[in-house]
């Protein structure tokens, strides 16, 4: 059996309360799990020592059975010191989709041939006026 280290949503509509559970797999996310072995609270403040509550010993008896932490879970455990959590890195999320990539570049093209007949045009009396100035 599979197990889990994750939230169980409960609380009020827009008023959310998680509490974290032992789960299988397999079962529904507010439905049937094994044991409770602590609660969130999202509304109260980062600071406050009762957003997070962890019964740490159960835990680590639940990791020791072959229980995995979800990632919000990770970051709590990473937090409280149990375990360590990498970093992610995702450099290619930013970078802007295939068609907008296009649009840029079109209006670069279009710019560039926009000021060009510009440059022409100022570059002409400038050689006019150093062929003068060389007379």
């Not at 409960?10 to 998680?18: I, L």
Request: without cysteine; aromatic residues 4%; positive net charge.
């Amino acid at each position: 059996m599979a197990l889990k280290i994750r939230l169980a949503r409960g609380g009020a509509k827009k008023r959310p309360f998680y509490r974290i559970v032992i789960a299988d797999v397999r079962s529904p996310r507010d439905g049937r799990f094994i044991e409770k072995v602590g609660a969130y609270n999202p509304m109260l403040p980062k600071d406050d020592a009762n957003r997070v509550q962890l019964d740490v010993e159960r835990i680590q008896h639940w990791m020791s059975h072959g229980a995995k932490p979800t990632d919000r879970v990770l970051r709590f455990l990473d937090a409280a010191g149990l375990l360590k959590r990498d970093a992610r890195n995702n450099p290619q999320k930013a970078e802007p989709g295939q068609k907008a990539k296009e649009r840029v570049e079109a209006r670069r093209q279009a710019e560039e041939e926009a000021a060009a007949p510009a440059a022409e045009a100022a570059a002409a009396p400038a050689e006019a006026a150093e062929e003068a100035a060389a007379e």
